[in-house]
């Protein structure tokens, strides 16, 4: 559910389910993907998942070499390369509920939609440092020259991280700046920074076009037309706003006199584990 792949989950969990088919003697298993909310991701971010799967279950006894040399025979990319390109953006001593951070794969989505100023998952953001966006950044742009075939995917995860960089905790930082009063890191947030991300999106929505029309019909693109676009417009509402709070035209912003209402761990990773769009982008009715 997003734009980046949860291999590393999902190969977790492959071992434990092929074993009990095997113990079991169930002669068939099915491996499926599904495509909700979007069908953001790549059709091809499951490739390590689709490799160890079937290796596990014809062989038993999984080798990385093995494994690297069927992606690099069969696919010509690296299958630890695919394997980093799950974005999971969060620590291992980063968990909620005492669940395995690994599947925390939609966070990139909702640092994405969750609305600068409004967003339900402002409280959430909070506890995430993000620490490792800027190597993600590197390993994607390293791997996008190393393989030339599958470019357009790591391009498509670096232009979305340089996006995510940027937001993470802008809502935070806006906040917290309104809050002190702080004008001068008001304005430099909403003169410098809301108009890099905006560029930054830009970038993203043009590669990530590019990948769509690669590999599917030009049907449902509208979807995301729609959303990121509205994301740019939302930004730059939140620009004037802020800037006619900076000039003293308008007093109060009414979205950051309201508190941040946190959600209670087992509620908050439920959301982080699966969210759709309409429950991101706000608290208001669409």
């Given at each position: 559910?997003?734009?980046?792949?949860?291999?590393?989950?999902?190969?977790?969990?492959?071992?434990?389910?092929?074993?009990?088919?095997?113990?079991?003697?169930?002669?068939?298993?099915?491996?499926?993907?599904?495509?909700?909310?979007?069908?953001?991701?790549?059709?091809?971010?499951?490739?390590?998942?689709?490799?160890?799967?079937?290796?596990?279950?014809?062989?038993?006894?999984?080798?990385?070499?093995?494994?690297?040399?069927?992606?690099?025979?069969?696919?010509?990319?690296?299958?630890?390369?695919?394997?980093?390109?799950?974005?999971?953006?969060?620590?291992?001593?980063?968990?909620?509920?005492?669940?395995?951070?690994?599947?925390?794969?939609?966070?990139?989505?909702?640092?994405?939609?969750?609305?600068?100023?409004?967003?339900?998952?402002?409280?959430?953001?909070?506890?995430?440092?993000?620490k490792n966006i800027d190597n993600f950044i590197r390993k994607m742009r390293r791997y996008s020259k190393k393989y030339p075939s599958f470019s357009l995917y790591f391009n498509v995860l670096e232009n979305l991280s340089h996006c995510l960089k940027i937001k993470a905790h802008l809502s935070l930082r806006i906040r917290e700046a309104y809050k002190a009063n702080d004008l001068k890191v008001l304005n430099e947030i909403a003169n410098k920074e809301i108009p890099l991300l905006i560029k930054k999106l830009d970038k993203f929505i043009s590669s990530f076009f590019t990948q769509w029309m690669n590999e599917n019909k030009s049907n449902s693109f509208e979807v995301h037309a729609i959303r990121l676009g509205g994301l740019k417009e939302r930004l730059r509402s939140v620009q004037k706003l802020l800037n006619l709070f900076i000039s003293g035209e308008r007093e109060h912003i009414e979205e950051l006199e309201i508190e941040v209402v946190v959600m209670k761990d087992w509620d908050a990773l439920g959301q982080l584990l699966w969210c759709t769009y309409r429950k991101i982008n706000s608290v208001n009715v669409f």
């Open positions: 559910n997003g734009w980046n792949p949860s291999n590393k989950f999902s190969i977790y969990l492959a071992k434990t389910q092929l074993d009990a088919c095997k113990k079991n003697g169930i002669k068939n298993a099915m491996l499926t993907a599904w495509s909700d909310d979007g069908a953001e991701a790549s059709i091809y971010s499951i490739l390590p998942t689709i490799i160890y799967y079937a290796e596990y279950a014809y062989n038993g006894n999984v080798k990385t070499k093995k494994l690297e040399a069927i992606s690099s025979s069969l696919y010509s990319v690296g299958y630890q390369a695919m394997l980093d390109s799950d974005l999971t953006l969060v620590e291992k001593d980063e968990i909620l509920a005492d669940y395995n951070y690994l599947n925390y794969s939609n966070m990139a989505k909702i640092i994405l939609y969750n609305d600068v100023l409004s967003g339900p998952f402002t409280g959430i953001l909070e506890r995430f440092k993000f």
